[in-house]
C-alpha cells in the first residue's frame, strides 16, 4: 500500500520500480483518482464552512428578531448537498484505494531486475550435496517403501495433494517442528507464539493477499479464511498499533498448519510432499525498526540457514529477481535445499523484507519517546522452516542402500531415541 502524497512528489520514482517489476506506469492514474478524491474533499469542507457560517448567522438573526427564512432554506438545499457531496467523496476515495491496493511493493534497489526465476542470483552454497553408491530415490518412494507415507488413503479422504504420515515419519514431522521451535526461541530470542488458523478479512488484506490473490487461499461457509502462513496472524498483531520504540524489534515464531488452494499449479509436483494443499511450517516473523530492517532481513535468514547446517543438509541462497518476488516483498532471499532425489535445489525457506508496505495496509506504528508523531513499522517474514520439505530432504538425503533413512545425530532426543527409521516388521 503506497502514500498518495509519496506518488504526488516522486511520480517518476514509483513508475520506474513498477516498471522494474514488469508493470505498466500507474502514478498518471493515481494522482487522477486522487486529485478527484481532493477536489470532492474541499467541496464538501466548503459546504461545511458555508453551513456552519449560516447557522451562526441564522442564530443571530433570531436572537435579534429577524427573518432568517432564507438562510434557514439553503441551510435545508446545503444539507442535501452535502450528502450527495460525501458519497461522491466516499465512492472517490474508495476507487482510488482500490488501485493502490492492486499494486505490489517497489523492489529495493539491490534486487537483481528480470521477469522471472530465470533471473534470480545465487549468493552462496553451503554444504556438499551427497554422493551414493546407488541409484538415489525421491521421497515418495522411499516414504511408501517404508510403509509410512501414504498419498492414496490421504486421496480417499481428502483428494488430490494431501499426504498420511504414519508411525515415525509422523513422529519426524513432530520432531523437526519441536527442534526448529527450540533453536529459535531458546538460541535466536524468538517469541513462540500458538495464533488461529482462522483468520477475518482484514488480517489477509493486511500482509496483501487480500483482495488481489483470494484463489489462492481458503475460505469457510462462515467467512473465515484459513491461513496459508503464519505469517498473517503473526504479522497482523500489532495491527492497528502503536508501539514503542524500545521494543522493536519483535520476534515471533510459530509452528501450524498452512492451507493453500495451489490456484494455478496444475501439472506441478503432482507426486510427492513438495506442492500440498495441508503442510505444515514454522514461521519467522520480525517487526522492525525501518532503519533495522536490512540488518533484520540478514539475521532472520541467517537464523533459518542455521536450521539446515545443524541437520547436514546441503542448500543455497539466492536473491529473487523483480519477476520473481511476492506482491508484499521489497526483497527476498530464498533459500533451497538440494533433494538427491530429483537431483537439483528446491526452496525450503523464502525470507523477506516488506518494508512499510503491510504496515501501511495493516495502520502499524511506533513512536519514539517524547515525541507525538509515528511512523510506520517495517515487517519481515520467513519459513524456519518448512516442515514437510525438510522432511523431504531428510529422507533424500540421509536415505540408505536397504531403504532405510538414518537420522542426524541432532534429532535423536526428539524421536524417543530412534536413530534409524527402517521399515515395520
Keep these: 500500500?503506497?502514500?498518495?502524497?509519496?506518488?504526488?512528489?516522486?511520480?517518476?520514482?514509483?513508475?520506474?520500480?513498477?516498471?522494474?517489476?514488469?508493470?505498466?506506469?500507474?502514478?498518471?492514474?493515481?494522482?487522477?483518482?486522487?486529485?478527484?478524491?481532493?477536489a470532492r474533499q474541499t467541496a464538501l469542507q466548503e459546504m461545511q464552512q458555508r453551513r456552519n457560517e449560516l447557522s451562526k448567522r441564522i442564530g443571530a438573526a433570531k436572537s435579534r428578531g429577524e427573518d432568517a427564512s432564507q438562510m434557514m432554506a439553503e441551510v435545508a438545499s446545503l444539507k442535501e448537498a452535502m450528502q450527495e457531496a460525501e458519497a461522491?467523496?466516499?465512492?472517490?476515495?474508495?476507487?482510488?484505494?482500490?488501485?493502490?491496493?492492486?499494486?505490489?511493493?517497489?523492489?529495493?534497489?539491490?534486487?537483481?531486475d528480470g521477469p522471472d526465476e530465470t533471473a534470480n542470483r545465487e549468493l552462496r552454497r553451503v554444504g556438499e550435496p551427497p554422493e551414493f553408491g546407488f541409484p538415489a530415490k525421491q521421497h515418495f518412494e522411499i516414504g511408501e517403501a517404508l510403509g509410512l507415507m501414504d498419498f492414496e488413503a490421504a486421496a480417499k479422504l481428502s483428494g488430490a495433494r494431501f499426504v498420511v504420515l504414519k508411525g515415525?515419519?509422523?513422529?519426524?514431522?513432530?520432531?523437526l517442528a519441536a527442534f526448529m521451535l527450540d533453536l529459535h526461541t531458546r538460541e535466536f530470542g524468538y517469541t513462540e507464539v500458538l495464533p488461529p488458523y482462522l483468520v477475518r478479512d482484514n488480517a489477509v488484506f493486511g500482509t496483501g493477499q487480500l483482495p488481489k490473490f483470494g484463489e489462492d487461499l481458503f475460505l469457510t461457509r462462515e467467512g473465515y479464511w484459513l491461513i496459508p502462513t503464519a505469517e498473517?496472524?503473526?504479522?497482523?498483531?500489532?495491527?492497528?498499533?502503536?508501539?514503542?520504540?524500545?521494543?522493536?524489534?519483535?520476534?515471533?515464531?510459530?509452528?501450524?498448519?498452512?492451507?493453500?488452494?495451489?490456484?494455478?499449479?496444475?501439472?506441478?509436483d503432482t507426486r510427492g510432499m513438495i506442492r500440498q494443499h495441508q503442510f505444515s511450517k514454522v514461521e519467522l516473523v520480525s517487526i522492525a525498526h525501518p532503519d533495522r530492517s536490512a540488518e533484520e532481513h540478514e539475521r532472520m535468514t541467517a537464523c533459518a540457514e542455521e536450521v539446515l547446517k545443524r541437520l547436514g543438509l546441503a542448500y543455497r541462497v539466492v536473491v529473487l529477481s523483480t519477476g520473481d518476488m511476492g506482491f508484499a516483498a521489497e526483497k527476498t532471499y530464498d533459500i533451497e535445499v538440494w533433494l538427491p532425489g530429483q537431483g537439483t535445489y528446491r526452496e525450503i525457506s523464502s525470507c523477506s523484507n516488506c518494508g512499510e508496505f503491510q504496515?501501511?495496509?495493516?495502520?502499524?506504528?511506533?513512536?519514539?519517546?517524547?515525541?507525538?508523531?509515528?511512523?510506520?513499522?517495517?515487517?519481515?517474514?520467513g519459513s524456519g522452516l518448512a516442515v514437510g520439505r525438510t522432511l523431504v530432504a531428510l529422507l533424500e538425503t540421509y536415505q540408505q542402500a536397504d531403504g532405510s533413512v538414518v537420522l542426524p545425530e541432532v534429532l535423536h532426543p526428539y524421536m524417543g531415541g530412534i536413530e534409524v527409521i527402517g521399515a515395520p516388521a
Design 1 to 38: 500500500m503506497f502514500d498518495p502524497k509519496w506518488i504526488r512528489d516522486n511520480p517518476e520514482l514509483f513508475d520506474k520500480g513498477l516498471a522494474r517489476r514488469g508493470l505498466p506506469p500507474q502514478s498518471a492514474e493515481v494522482l487522477r483518482l486522487d486529485a478527484e478524491r481532493r
Design 88 to 112: 461522491a467523496e466516499q465512492e472517490a476515495e474508495a476507487a482510488l484505494n482500490r488501485l493502490l491496493e492492486s499494486i505490489p511493493n517497489l523492489p529495493a534497489p539491490d534486487v537483481p
Design 168 to 175: 515415525a515419519l509422523a513422529r519426524l514431522e513432530r520432531a
Design 232 to 268: 498473517v496472524p503473526l504479522t497482523n498483531l500489532v495491527a492497528d498499533e502503536i508501539l514503542d520504540e524500545d521494543s522493536l524489534p519483535l520476534r515471533l515464531t510459530a509452528y501450524t498448519p498452512c492451507f493453500r488452494s495451489e490456484a494455478g499449479a496444475a501439472g506441478k
Design 359 to 381: 504496515a501501511r495496509r495493516m495502520k502499524a506504528r511506533f513512536r519514539r519517546a517524547g515525541e507525538k508523531g509515528t511512523r510506520f513499522v517495517h515487517t519481515l517474514n
